[in-house]
Antibody
């Protein structure tokens, strides 16, 4: 079955880091890049960045530059999103999404990250 | 990059049509034909319903259609059904990054 399966929920303290994984099934991992999108509780969707699963090059939204790192491992068909120096406003659902010609055609189930002291 | 502008809410009765607008700039919607729309039901992940302005993925009913004029894109839902009640988001490619609209809550009265 074609799907993206993400790691489980995380609870972190302010200032800590979180690393979310996203494993691809049922399609050729390197055929399409992956975007990461987050959604704070009760809020809209926010694009965080994109990684080429073929070459590993990345693009990040300006507001997260320096705090976020996207990586991917073609051997395990798994992508990762690491966010550092967590703040309370980073509390959100984080989604990995297959990025096919600039449309987000397949979404992971989401990973809830809660930042609380 | 500023967010695309969507109305916060829209509504219609079953069977009616409703259009949701999405306004950007000449650097995003106006520059590229890579506008997509997503439907999100409460507690669920978003679902792609329109890509490349007016293309529908397999399995999406033809009641959903998209268009673009200048810096504004639109999603039209025809023959409203109760299951269409959801949040809708537009997204545009913007030259390297992507920019989202703030979302529109569609209520089926």
């Amino acid at each position: 079955q074609v799907q993206l399966v993400q790691s489980g929920a995380e609870v972190k303290k302010p200032g800590a880091s979180v690393k979310v994984s996203c494993k691809a099934y049922g399609y050729t991992f390197t055929d399409n890049g992956l975007s990461w999108v987050r959604q704070a509780p009760g809020q809209g969707l926010e694009w965080m960045g994109w990684i080429s699963t073929h070459r590993g090059n990345t693009i990040y939204v300006q507001k997260l530059q320096g705090r976020v790192t996207l990586t991917s491992d073609t051997a395990t068909r798994t992508a990762y999103m690491e966010l550092r120096s967590l703040r309370s406003d980073d509390t959100a659902m984080y989604y990995c999404v297959r990025d096919k010609k600039h449309s987000l055609d397949m979404w992971g189930q989401g990973t809830r990250v809660t930042v609380v002291s | 990059q500023s967010a695309l502008t969507q109305p916060p809410s829209a509504s219609g009765s079953p069977g009616q049509s409703v259009a949701i607008s999405c306004t950007g700039t000449s650097s995003d919607i106006g520059a590229y034909n890579f506008v997509s729309w997503y439907q999100q039901h409460p507690g669920k992940a978003p679902k792609l319903i329109i890509y490349e302005v007016n293309e529908r993925p397999s399995g999406v009913p033809d009641r959903f259609s998209g268009s673009k004029s200048g810096n504004t894109a639109s999603l039209t839902v025809s023959g409203l059904q109760t299951e269409d009640e959801a949040d809708y988001y537009c997204v545009s490619y913007a030259g390297s990054n992507k920019v989202f609209g703030g979302g529109t809550r569609l209520t089926v009265l």
